[in-house]
Nanobody, 122 residues
Framework: QLQASGGGLVQTGGSLRLSCAAS????????IGWFRQAPGEEREFVTS????????DYADFVKGRFTISRDNAKNTVYLQMDSLKPEDTAIYCC?????????????????WGQGTQVTVSS
């Protein structure tokens, strides 16, 4: 089971750190992805981290602003979001898979957590 948390309301240029906590399975053997969905929009890939080697991947629109990391001892993946913009407003959710390829695709993931709302005011 996955649970995302840490969302909230922040001003443009501010920061938030989201957490994705896992329970009930060996977390270290799962790649984790973050996706987001804005109102009226399709869900889109944000970032991922592979379980095997920690390799990360980012969507172009968050490169240099967002950082994904994991703490396997705490069964948690973090998404540090800096320099937030109003267009980052969305529901952010995390997902897990045993795969290490095509992690930008929703279909790669086996488990999804509940989302957390991020709102960036202008």
């Amino acid at each position: 089971q996955l649970q995302a948390s840490g969302g909230g309301l922040v001003q443009t240029g501010g920061s938030l750190r989201l957490s994705c906590a896992a329970s009930g399975r060996p977390f270290s053997s799962y790649s984790i992805g973050w996706f987001r969905q804005a109102p009226g929009e399709e869900r889109e890939f944000v970032t991922s981290i592979r379980w095997s080697d920690g390799i990360t991947d980012y969507a172009d629109f968050v490169k240099g602003r967002f950082t994904i990391s994991r703490d396997n001892a705490k069964n948690t993946v973090y998404l540090q979001m800096d320099s937030l913009k109003p267009e980052d407003t969305a529901i952010y959710c995390c997902a897990a898979t045993t795969r290490t390829w095509r992690l930008q695709q929703e279909e790669a993931y086996d488990f999804w957590g509940q989302g957390t709302q991020v709102t960036v005011s202008s």
